[in-house]
């Protein structure tokens, strides 16, 4: 079986050799740019880390003692661990990205010390989920219980372990660590044993909970050993309840949490190239297709508060600080790749150039330090992760993903090499014998140099982007001009025999554009070229924000005062066609003003700018557009609509979204007989049990609970507990005029002691708790 596995694997790798490849990391080099400058900065956070804080989780849990503490934060609250498995990744990209020998050195260590903890635990199993051992045996004895972020009671436990299954692929694929490897097919093997007691359907349960991309590191595996038994693990860990409606379609995100998705869709596809599952490459395909085309904002980012909102209304997304999450767009781009690969669609490298420049690489601080959410909200802002303090998701994907800009500028398909992104770079094309140099100042200016330095016959095809109108693209080979057999969203080809010394040079004429919000509502985007042009804004004259986050469970989150909509500058015009008012500043790349436009705010004075170069500021990404007939009365809209939001946010000391992941995580949930769901858009959750949250109440200032429940629930009876203490028997009578409504509960000065409040429902014998669907303290 085994023999005829591979052999099968060979030969849809002989297939798929059709398709195109990119080249290894360790063959591009970066040159002077923001990429490289990032890189750097990326190099000094990775080496400013403690790699035996990070190693601490997995000794501690193999028995072993570890050699200095636990870093703190996610990484000692339920997800510790997962850090550790990043570091590997990072370190292995950054390795093969600049060949830095105290890089290897430390990757070495961080691997040998986790082989001391696998082979301690003796059965192949290496992790740092806190009381792990115990946890796996109860699932591997069919005790089971699986919500949309924890199993049996433990925070995302196979998201977790991903990270270290891949963290150990990559330090064999990048850094040809062959413990590694070894350690990686053991923990294999370990994980296959576990699952084989468990029925299709507890594992499609079981997968309710965020796994990360277990289907996809299973499949690499499998083609590593040529071993069917981790392909068919593979498919079992691959979710049916997202799989089966994109096979067919059906776009039912709404409501899902983002980024459990996207590495379950990368799995599939990797399943789809090394099987030939037509039906997984066609979920694949339309996943991106709806995701980047109906629920993707400028900067090629997604989500609010980490859920898909409806395609058909963004307003959610102008209203929270919870914008798009860097680890969506991170993970979005590894698809990306893979479905280049299989198809060379000009609009698969136009997206991840959008998302590479706008989202990526704004996402890391200049002196270092990685964002989780950007907020579209006008006047908001970002903060930025401390290497000590903050262990979230999106400084893990950060980590590696600045570590890998060299990974998709270039690809090749036999004798046809692809320029897909126009970054200052060296490829050295083995193959060819050829070294390739790109020399470009883009996007400060429109246009790149590609020189040639072989002798040898190819075929260059240089991407045509959507955003360079038709029949504008310019290219010359030696000073000569050349015809351009593209259009926008296609490549351009030159084949020829190259001598060395040969160099093209391409022009890429940018304008100035608008571009609405994807539900078409009145709020724009401005871009030059594939740059998203942002504007740095002070409304509060006096204030001074802390843009550098906390250790605190939730200090990813920009939690400074929001801005009244009504406040926000917008774009006064009486004609949409005003685009000729944004000037260039002389002396200022990528830099306009635009007089006569901008209301509010600065003004006339406003510099738009590329996002990618704002920092520690508020700013406005996207704006109201407006005619001067209209401007009062959208004010007032403006004024009217977030006026009791406004008022009870300012009352507002605690809040958790119920039945959303990262706030009940944040919040230390816990409960027993308990789910989660969506009605309408909004999540909820309820019991049989009971269940609970931890608040906060630093100052002692809570008077008030405040619960929203559904009017459906009419009967349902419950108690409420606060720090164990009976608030108050509820019995719901659901006699409220909206669908969704508040109750509040006075809250006793005796309950709020030590500042800190666990909220329970329990529900009463026969009857099960109301559909929470929001909780709040208030001042």
Same mark, same amino acid.
């Given at each position: 079986?085994k023999t005829?596995f591979?052999?099968?694997?060979m030969?849809?790798a002989a297939?798929h050799?059709?398709?195109?490849?990119l080249?290894?990391?360790? &063959?591009?080099?970066?040159?002077p740019?923001?990429f490289?400058d990032?890189q750097?900065?990326?190099?000094? @956070?990775?080496l400013?880390l403690d790699?035996?804080?990070?190693?601490?989780p997995f000794l501690r849990?193999?028995?072993?003692q570890p050699?200095q503490?636990?870093y703190g934060n996610?990484?000692s609250?339920?997800?510790?661990?997962?850090?550790g498995?990043h @570091?590997?990744?990072?370190?292995?990209?950054?390795?093969?990205?600049?060949g830095?020998?105290?890089?290897?050195?430390?990757?070495?260590y961080?691997?040998?010390?986790?082989k001391r903890?696998?082979r301690a635990?003796?059965d192949?199993?290496?992790?740092?989920?806190?009381?792990?051992?115990?946890?796996?045996r &109860?699932i591997?004895?069919?005790k089971?219980?699986?919500?949309?972020f924890?199993?049996?009671?433990?925070?995302?436990?196979w998201?977790?372990?991903?990270?270290t299954?891949?963290?150990?692929r990559?330090?064999?694929?990048?850094?040809?660590?062959?413990d590694?490897k070894?350690m990686?097919?053991?923990l294999s093997?370990w994980?296959?044993n576990l699952?084989s *007691?468990l029925s299709?359907?507890?594992m499609q349960?079981?997968?309710r909970?965020?796994?990360?991309?277990m289907n996809?590191?299973?499949?690499?595996?499998?083609?590593?050993?040529g071993?069917?038994k981790?392909?068919?693990l593979?498919?079992?860990f691959? *979710?049916?309840?997202?799989?089966q409606?994109?096979?067919?379609?059906?776009?039912?995100?709404?409501?899902?949490?983002?980024n459990?998705?996207?590495?379950?869709?990368?799995g599939?596809?990797?399943?789809?190239?090394l099987?030939?599952?037509?039906?997984m490459?066609r979920?694949?395909?339309f996943f991106?297709?709806?995701?980047v085309? *109906?629920?993707?904002?400028?900067?090629?980012?997604?989500s609010v %508060?980490e859920?898909?909102?409806?395609a058909n209304?963004?307003?959610?997304?102008?209203? $929270?600080?919870?914008?798009?999450?860097?680890?969506?767009?991170y993970?979005?781009?590894?698809l990306?790749?893979m479905?280049?690969?299989?198809?060379? %669609?000009g609009?698969y490298?136009d997206?991840y150039?959008?998302?590479?420049?706008?989202?990526?690489l704004?996402?890391?601080r200049?002196?270092?330090?990685?964002?989780?959410?950007?907020p579209?909200?006008?006047?908001? @802002?970002?903060?930025?992760?401390?290497?000590?303090?903050a262990?979230?998701?999106?400084?893990?994907?950060?980590?590696?993903s600045?570590?890998?800009?060299?990974?998709?500028?270039y690809? *090749?398909?036999g004798?046809?090499l692809?320029?897909?992104?126009?970054?200052?770079s060296?490829l #050295?094309?083995?193959e060819?014998?050829?070294?390739?140099?790109?020399?470009?100042?883009?996007?400060d200016m429109?246009s790149?140099?590609?020189?040639? &330095?072989?002798?040898?016959?190819f075929t260059?095809?240089i991407?045509?982007?959507?955003?360079?109108?038709?029949?504008?693209?310019?290219l010359?080979?030696?000073?000569l001009?050349?015809?351009?057999n593209a259009?926008?969203?296609g490549?351009?080809?030159i084949?020829r025999?190259?001598?060395?010394g040969?160099h093209v040079d391409?022009?890429?004429?940018?304008t100035?554009h608008l $571009?609405?919000?994807?539900?078409?509502?009145?709020y @724009?985007a401005?871009?030059h070229g594939?740059?998203v042009?942002?504007?740095k804004t002070k409304p509060?004259p006096?204030?001074?924000?802390?843009?550098?986050?906390?250790?605190s469970r939730?200090?990813?989150?920009?939690?400074?005062p929001?801005c009244?909509q $009504?406040?926000?500058?917008?774009?006064?015009?009486?004609t949409k066609?005003?685009m000729d008012?944004? %000037?260039?500043? %002389?002396g200022?790349?990528?830099?306009?003003?635009a007089?006569?436009l901008v209301?509010?705010?600065?003004?006339?004075?406003?510099?738009f700018?590329p996002?990618?170069?704002l920092?520690?500021s508020?700013?406005?990404?996207?704006?109201?557009?407006?005619?001067?007939?209209?401007?009062?009365?959208?004010?007032?809209?403006n004024?009217?609509r977030e006026?009791?939001?406004?008022?009870?946010?300012?009352?507002t000391?605690?809040?958790?979204?119920?039945? #959303?992941q990262?706030?009940?995580s944040?919040?230390?949930f816990?409960g027993d007989?308990s789910r989660?769901?969506?009605t309408?858009g909004r999540?909820?959750? #309820?019991?049989k049990?009971?269940?609970?949250? &931890?608040?906060t109440d630093?100052?002692?200032?809570a008077?008030?609970l405040r619960l929203?429940?559904a009017?459906?629930d009419?009967?349902r009876?419950?108690?409420?507990?606060v720090n164990?203490q009976?608030?108050?028997?509820v019995?719901?009578d659901?006699?409220?005029?909206?669908e969704?409504?508040?109750?509040e509960?006075?809250?006793p000065?005796g309950?709020?002691?030590?500042?800190?409040l666990?909220?329970s429902?329990?529900?009463?014998?026969g009857s099960?708790?109301?559909?929470?669907?929001?909780?709040?303290l208030l001042?």
């Amino acid at each position: 079986m085994k023999t005829k596995f591979f052999a099968l694997l060979m030969a849809l790798a002989a297939v798929h050799a059709q398709a195109a490849e990119l080249f290894p990391l360790k &063959d591009v080099r970066l040159g002077p740019s923001p990429f490289l400058d990032a890189q750097a900065a990326d190099l000094n @956070y990775i080496l400013a880390l403690d790699p035996d804080r990070l190693l601490a989780p997995f000794l501690r849990e193999a028995g072993l003692q570890p050699k200095q503490p636990s870093y703190g934060n996610w990484e000692s609250s339920g997800l510790d661990g997962h850090m550790g498995g990043h @570091y590997m990744s990072a370190l292995s990209l950054m390795y093969a990205s600049t060949g830095d020998a105290e890089v290897l050195r430390r990757l070495n260590y961080f691997v040998s010390e986790l082989k001391r903890a696998q082979r301690a635990n003796g059965d192949g199993y290496v992790g740092g989920i806190p009381g792990g051992r115990q946890a796996w045996r &109860d699932i591997e004895n069919g005790k089971l219980h699986a919500d949309s972020f924890s199993v049996n009671g433990k925070w995302v436990p196979w998201y977790n372990l991903h990270k270290t299954y891949a963290g150990l692929r990559d330090a064999w694929r990048y850094a040809g660590n062959e413990d590694a490897k070894a350690m990686l097919v053991a923990l294999s093997d370990w994980a296959l044993n576990l699952t084989s *007691h468990l029925s299709d359907s507890q594992m499609q349960d079981m997968l309710r909970s965020e796994q990360g991309g277990m289907n996809e590191v299973l499949a690499d595996v499998a083609q590593m050993t040529g071993q069917r038994k981790y392909m068919d693990l593979a498919l079992r860990f691959s *979710h049916q309840a997202l799989l089966q409606p994109l096979e067919q379609g059906q776009d039912r995100l709404t409501g899902l949490h983002a980024n459990t998705q996207i590495p379950k869709v990368i799995g599939f596809k990797r399943i789809a190239d090394l099987t030939g599952s037509a039906d997984m490459e066609r979920a694949a395909e339309f996943f991106w297709q709806t995701v980047v085309e *109906h629920r993707t904002v400028a900067i090629g980012g997604n989500s609010v %508060k980490e859920h898909f909102n409806d395609a058909n209304d963004f307003s959610s997304m102008m209203e $929270e600080v919870e914008g798009p999450e860097t680890c969506n767009t991170y993970n979005m781009l590894k698809l990306t790749e893979m479905l280049f690969l299989t198809q060379q %669609k000009g609009s698969y490298a136009d997206y991840y150039e959008r998302a590479l420049y706008n989202h990526i690489l704004s996402s890391e601080r200049p002196g270092g330090g990685f964002v989780y959410f950007t907020p579209m909200r006008p006047n908001h @802002y970002r903060v930025y992760s401390q290497v000590d303090q903050a262990m979230w998701c999106c400084v893990g994907s950060g980590i590696e993903s600045h570590a890998k800009y060299g990974e998709f500028i270039y690809a *090749h398909e036999g004798d046809a090499l692809f320029v897909n992104l126009f970054i200052p770079s060296t490829l #050295e094309w083995r193959e060819k014998g050829a070294r390739i140099t790109q020399s470009t100042r883009f996007p400060d200016m429109d246009s790149t140099r590609i020189t040639v &330095d072989s002798s040898s016959h190819f075929t260059m095809r240089i991407r045509y982007p959507a955003w360079v109108a038709a029949g504008r693209m310019q290219l010359r080979v030696n000073g000569l001009p050349v015809k351009v057999n593209a259009a926008p969203g296609g490549y351009a080809s030159i084949e020829r025999n190259w001598r060395r010394g040969d160099h093209v040079d391409v022009v890429l004429p940018m304008t100035t554009h608008l $571009e609405q919000m994807p539900d078409l509502s009145n709020y @724009y985007a401005v871009l030059h070229g594939p740059i998203v042009l942002a504007a740095k804004t002070k409304p509060f004259p006096d204030e001074h924000l802390d843009f550098l986050a906390d250790g605190s469970r939730m200090g990813h989150i920009a939690k400074g005062p929001v801005c009244p909509q $009504e406040a926000a500058p917008l774009f006064v015009s009486d004609t949409k066609a005003f685009m000729d008012k944004f %000037k260039p500043v %002389k002396g200022k790349p990528l830099t306009f003003v635009a007089p006569g436009l901008v209301h509010g705010g600065a003004g006339a004075s406003t510099e738009f700018i590329p996002f990618f170069r704002l920092h520690d500021s508020r700013y406005m990404l996207y704006w109201q557009q407006t005619t001067s007939s209209g401007l009062v009365r959208i004010m007032a809209e403006n004024r009217e609509r977030e006026a009791a939001r406004l008022a009870l946010d300012a009352q507002t000391i605690d809040q958790v979204a119920p039945g #959303e992941q990262q706030p009940e995580s944040d919040h230390f949930f816990k409960g027993d007989e308990s789910r989660a769901g969506l009605t309408q858009g909004r999540h909820w959750r #309820e019991a049989k049990g009971w269940f609970s949250y &931890d608040l906060t109440d630093r100052k002692r200032e809570a008077k008030t609970l405040r619960l929203e429940f559904a009017r459906a629930d009419k009967g349902r009876e419950f108690d409420i507990l606060v720090n164990g203490q009976l608030l108050q028997s509820v019995r719901l009578d659901g006699e409220a005029a909206e669908e969704v409504y508040a109750r509040e509960f006075a809250l006793p000065a005796g309950l709020r002691a030590d500042g800190k409040l666990v909220v329970s429902l329990r529900a009463r014998p026969g009857s099960s708790t109301a559909r929470l669907f929001g909780l709040r303290l208030l001042r």
